[in-house]
């Protein structure tokens, strides 16, 4: 489990959960979303509909995008442990590189509700059954954490997530609406250095190009 999760958990928050109905349950709805994937490395990055925090308005995903700018978007729920351990690892990222990238959080269905594969001493967050739940609990994330860029909702008919296969947590970058780095499903391949990596590169050559057009 700790190999899985890329961080150190405590084993009685999830020794009694192992290989119940509940966790096949939960693994099998993450294989069935990455068979059922759409979106692609260099292909149009599909455009979910996505819901503010508030419940009252809403927005395409690709109208985030703005110019040449990539679009950084983190798929997360607050019941998953390893997303709680590392969401500073991802605020630091958009901190760093907010003056080249603009990044976007997307709230999807919970890693471990209550009433599902839940993990002992967790947040309590039942399954979503409706769209002010999931607001609700989104709202209950910005109550703990200082987020430095926006944070949407996933609709009810679970749209980005989808689309992305987010579930449970995972980054993708976004780039003139084509999907420009897909990362690979979490717990254990969810990476924000592997996102600074590209974004370093990216800023490199977004100097150069700059400087090579003040010069001309």
């Known amino acids: 489990m700790e190999m899985m999760s890329s961080i150190a958990l405590p084993p009685d928050m999830y020794l009694h959960s192992l290989f119940t109905w509940n966790m096949f349950k939960s693994v099998r709805t993450s294989i069935m979303l990455e068979l ?25 995903l690709l109208s985030f995008c703005r110019g040449n700018r990539p679009l950084v978007v983190n798929f997360c729920s607050w019941t998953c442990p390893v997303f709680r351990a590392r969401v500073g690892e991802f605020l ?10 603009d990044f976007l959080t997307i ?22 059954q409706s769209l002010e ?16 860029c926006p944070v949407v909702v996933d609709t009810m008919e679970n749209e980005a ?7 449970p947590i995972r980054l993708y970058v976004i780039k003139n ?7 690979l499903t979490g717990p254990t391949f969810y990476d924000p250095k592997q996102v600074a990596q590209w974004l370093t590169e990216f800023k ?5 190009t700059s400087s090579a057009r003040h010069r001309a």
């Open 133 to 148: 739940d999931r607001c609700k609990a989104a709202r209950l994330m910005l109550s703990s954490t200082n987020f430095n």
């Open 161 to 167: 997530n989808r689309a992305y296969a987010g579930v």
């Open 107 to 128: 709230y999807i269905e919970e890693a471990h509700p209550s009433n599902g594969w839940a993990f002992e001493n967790n947040v309590v967050i039942p399954t979503h």
């Open 177 to 183: 609406q084509k999907v420009a780095l897909a990362g």
């Open 92 to 101: 630091s990222v958009v901190q760093e590189f907010s003056d080249v990238a």
């Open 36 to 60: 059922q994937i759409s979106a692609r490395i260099d292909h149009t990055a599909p455009n979910p509909s996505l819901v503010s925090t508030d419940g009252l308005s809403y927005r395409r």
């Open 204 to 208: 490199a050559e977004f100097i150069r």
